[in-house]
């Protein structure tokens, strides 16, 4: 019995490396085994196909010998040198390789000191990932996506300009008509116009971080302000956000309901030259959200009897687009318009239920 355990004992590291050769020689990644000098025991017929070498020009010479020597790298020698007593290993190593008729390639070097039982003298498997074409790719998609990039502000840059080249005829139109009604409604278009014109200068001077709301904002009162307040000193709109950042499509829809609601307040809260106030205010708590517009106006009519507008009609849609609900409430004086987005325990966005009639 004696004798058989022995027998079983000699034949086992036999059996490994028969093993390990043979899942080397059958692997479809380009694979070396290599001994604790660096000469190749075995090499996957996935190497010789990959770098047009052949099984006897490989077996049994220096890893640093191959090809024309082009593998003689100083800073390989000395890390499979370490890998193989032990001191360190290469689980990803980048090397530059000249090699014959195929110019410069980039290689990705994973090097694994294999230890197993009854094993005489250190074997070093080496695997071998040419990715030149794969980081050519990825160099050539960077390159068109930097391109589109800046295509895209230049187109978005355009736009603006022409969007104000828009707003400039629009009023003078508005100065040129004898109708009020025109008038109001050509500044009205007007101060619509200048506010996506404004969008669109955020977003050509867009960071990758989103829109910081605050400063947008208060851009756009600025803007609203020079373009449909006459007199500053009776009337006067201001705006606050917190230090939250939106990705452009939802700062421009909600740049779009800061205007109309901005337009809707100046045109029905303070008739007869009435002085007062419009705010806006946006404040977020995680994935939850809260836009108010609110002026101290003469608030809401009573009974309910305004008729809705094109305001009210872009007001609504663009909150569906937010997934967001459309709140007006009697601030007393006046009127607050809020867009409200939270989500419920499921994570879902909760749009409230319109009250039974």
Avoid at 61 to 81: K, M
Avoid at 100 to 112: D, E, F, I, K, M
Avoid at 291 to 297: M, T
Avoid at 302 to 330: C, K, N, Q
Wanted: aromatic fraction near 4%.
């Amino acid at each position: 019995m004696a004798d058989d355990g022995l027998e079983v004992a000699a034949i086992v590291p036999h059996l490994a490396q028969t093993l390990a050769l043979a899942v080397i020689e059958s692997s479809t990644a380009p694979l070396l085994l290599l001994d604790g000098v660096c000469i190749v025991v075995a090499v996957s017929a996935s190497f010789t196909a990959a770098f047009a070498l052949q099984p006897d020009a490989i077996l049994g010479r220096s890893v640093f010998a191959l090809g024309d020597g082009e593998w003689d790298v100083p800073r390989l020698r000395s890390l499979l040198t370490a890998t193989a007593s032990g001191g360190a290993s290469v689980p990803a190593y980048e090397i530059d390789l000249k090699m014959p008729g195929r110019g410069q390639r980039r290689l990705v070097l994973n090097a694994q000191k294999l230890e197993y039982a009854g094993s005489t003298g250190s074997r070093l498997l080496l695997a071998v990932a040419d990715v030149t074409d794969a980081r050519l790719s990825e160099r050539i998609k960077d390159d068109l996506l930097r391109e589109k990039a800046v295509l895209m502000q230049e187109i978005q840059h355009r736009v603006a300009n022409s969007l104000q080249i828009i707003a400039s005829v629009l009023m003078q139109g508005a100065r040129k008509v004898g109708s009020e009604e025109s008038r109001l409604s050509l500044r009205d278009a007007h101060s619509r116009v200048l506010a996506i014109a404004e969008l669109q200068r955020q977003l050509s001077a867009g960071q990758a971080d989103g829109v910081a709301l605050g400063g947008y904002f208060t851009q756009l009162c600025q803007i609203l302000g020079a373009s449909m307040i006459d007199d500053h000193n009776r009337i006067t709109l201001t705006a606050s956000a917190d230090d939250s950042r939106v990705t452009a499509d939802v700062s421009v829809s909600l740049g779009l309901v800061v205007t109309e609601l901005v337009i809707n307040a100046l045109k029905h809260a303070f008739p007869g030259n009435r002085a007062g106030r419009i705010s806006i205010d946006y404040a977020a708590d995680g994935a939850d959200w809260t836009l108010k517009v609110s002026d101290d106006g003469i608030g809401m009519p009573a009974g309910g009897s305004a008729v809705p507008g094109l305001g009210t009609s872009i007001v609504t849609a663009l909150a569906r687009h937010l997934e967001s609900d459309v709140r007006t409430t009697d601030a007393r004086p006046g009127t607050t318009v809020s867009l409200v987005h939270h989500q419920n325990a499921t994570g879902e966005p909760y749009v409230a239920q319109a009250p039974a009639v």
